[in-house]
C-alpha cells in the first residue's frame, strides 16, 4: 500500500492576522462561567456516602458497618473508576488556571473518601462479594484498574503528602513495569477480546501516570517507557493516509480493527500533551513527540465538523457529533498552543470545537452526546449504536480540561 505523508503546511500565515481574526471569535460568556457550571454540577452531585442497597440508608462512613455485600459507595464519583482519575486530574488543573482552590480541594476530598474507606471494602473483596466498591483497587490485572487513578493521585500527592498513597503509587507502578502484558517490543496489550489486542485507550491509561512518577521520582525508567509506548502506539495504529488513530490492532493477525473512534483518538492525544508537559526541555525525544503530537492535530482537523464538534466515528459524517472526543480533541490542541509546541494558528481549531462543546452544556452544566463505555468490536454498526447520554461520567473531565486549557488561551491571548 501506498502512504501519504500528511502534508504539515496546515497553517494559515501570519499569526498577527490570526489573532485579529480569533479575537472577533471570542464570545461574550466567558470559558471559565462555562467550565464552572460543569464542576459545580459535579460537586453538588458528590456525597461522600455509604449506601445500603436494600434500605437505601445512607452512612457517612463505613466504620462499624458490618460486614455485608449490601453497602456500596453510593456516588459515582466516589468510585474507584479511571474516569475519577481523569476528573481528579481536571479539577486541580480548573484550579491551577482559575484559581478557584474548591476543586483541587474536591479532588483532594475524593481521594481521602477513599482510602479512608479501603479498611471495609477491602473485606468486601476479600469474602468474594461480586463488584465490591472499590474492587479495582484491590484487583490490580489491567491498567484500567490503576494508570489514570494513579494518576490522579500523584497530582493530589502533591498537595496532600498523606503517607497512604505514596505506597498505592509505588504499587501501581510496580504493576506496569513488571506486570503488564506487552509485546516483544514493550508495547502494552490486553488480553481481550483477542489474546495480546492493542488498544489505543490504553495510552492514556498508561502514559500520563508514569510521566508523573518520572516527576515525583525522577527515575528515568518511568519517562522511557513512557516515551516507547508512544511511539509505538503510534506504530501500530497510526493511519498514515486520513492522520487518525485506530482503536485497536491484533496481534494475531498483524491487522488493525475497523473503527476511528472518536474517543480513543482522544485519549491519545490526551496522553502525548500530558507527556510533552513533564518532559524535559532538553530531552532528545521531545520534537519527536511533539511532532507526533501535531501529525495528529492535522489529522484531526480535517475532520472536524462545520459545528466545531467531531464525529462518533471521525471519518464517519454520519455518525454523531459527540462530546468526550470533541472535549479531548480541544484539550490536546489548546495545550499544545499554550505551551508553544505549535503555531498558534492551531488555536482557531480548538476555539471552534470549544464553541461547538459549549452548545451541548446545559443551563445547569449537563454535558449532552457523551458516549457510553465503548469495548472493541469488529463490526462497525456497533460504535454506530453506543448510547450517547446525557452527563455520563465518561466524558466530564475532559470537557472540565478542555475548558481550562481555552480559559488559558484566552488569558494568554489577552496578555498579546
Not at 95 to 114: H, P
Not at 142 to 155: E, H, P, Q, V
Not at 192 to 206: G, H, I
Not at 349 to 360: E, H, P, S, T, V
Amino acid at each position: 500500500m501506498n502512504r501519504v505523508k500528511i502534508n504539515r503546511n496546515i497553517k494559515t500565515g501570519s499569526t498577527f492576522l490570526f489573532f485579529l481574526l480569533y479575537i472577533n471569535t471570542l464570545v461574550a460568556q466567558t470559558s471559565s462561567n462555562i467550565i464552572d457550571k460543569v464542576a459545580d454540577n459535579i460537586i453538588e452531585n458528590t456525597s461522600y456516602k455509604i449506601v445500603n442497597k436494600k434500605t437505601k440508608e445512607l452512612y457517612s462512613n463505613s466504620y462499624n458497618l458490618p460486614l455485608s455485600p449490601d453497602y456500596k459507595v453510593e456516588s459515582p464519583y466516589n468510585q474507584w473508576e479511571y474516569w475519577n482519575g481523569v476528573l481528579a486530574i481536571a479539577m486541580i488543573r480548573l484550579s491551577e488556571v482559575t484559581g478557584d482552590m474548591k476543586y483541587q480541594q474536591y479532588a483532594l476530598n475524593n481521594y481521602k473518601f477513599i482510602f479512608d474507606n479501603l479498611e471495609y471494602f477491602g473485606k468486601q473483596y476479600e469474602a468474594n462479594y461480586k463488584w465490591t466498591s472499590f474492587h479495582q483497587y484491590f484487583r490490580l490485572s489491567k491498567l484500567d484498574d490503576c494508570g489514570a487513578m494513579a494518576a490522579g493521585l500523584c497530582d493530589v500527592w502533591q498537595y496532600d503528602k498523606d503517607i497512604r498513597y505514596m505506597p498505592y503509587l509505588d504499587r501501581a507502578a510496580n504493576y506496569i513495569l513488571n506486570d503488564e502484558k506487552r509485546l516483544d517490543d514493550s508495547t502494552f496489550v490486553r488480553d481481550f477480546p483477542r489474546e495480546m489486542t492493542l488498544w489505543a485507550d490504553d495510552l492514556y491509561m498508561s502514559v500520563p501516570f508514569l510521566a508523573r512518577m518520572y516527576k515525583i521520582t525522577n527515575d528515568f525508567k518511568y519517562l522511557d517507557i513512557a516515551i516507547a509506548q508512544v511511539k509505538n502506539f503510534r506504530k501500530y495504529l497510526y493511519n498514515e493516509n486520513n492522520g487518525l488513530y485506530y482503536h485497536c490492532w491484533y496481534n494475531d493477525n498483524q491487522q488493525n480493527g475497523v473503527a476511528h473512534w472518536g474517543r480513543c483518538n482522544g485519549w491519545v492525544i490526551m496522553a502525548e500533551v500530558e507527556l510533552l508537559k513533564l518532559m524535559p526541555e532538553e530531552h532528545p525525544d521531545k520534537k519527536k513527540i511533539i511532532e507526533i503530537l501535531e501529525d495528529q492535530i492535522i489529522g484531526i482537523s480535517r475532520h472536524q465538523d462545520y459545528t466545531g464538534m467531531w464525529h462518533q466515528l471521525i471519518n464517519r459524517a454520519d455518525s454523531y457529533l459527540e462530546s468526550s472526543a470533541t472535549a479531548m480533541f480541544v484539550y490536546g490542541i489548546a495545550t499544545a498552543v499554550n505551551n508553544g509546541w505549535i503555531d498558534p494558528s492551531y488555536a482557531s481549531i480548538a476555539q471552534n470545537g470549544w464553541d461547538g462543546l459549549c452548545k451541548k452544556i446545559t443551563e445547569t452544566g449537563e454535558v449532552e452526546d457523551i458516549c457510553v463505555g465503548t469495548g472493541i468490536k469488529d463490526n462497525i454498526r456497533f460504535y454506530y449504536d453506543r448510547p450517547a447520554k446525557l452527563n455520563d461520567i465518561h466524558g466530564l473531565g475532559a470537557v472540565i480540561l478542555a475548558g481550562s486549557e481555552i480559559y488559558l488561551m484566552e488569558k494568554l491571548l489577552k496578555e498579546q
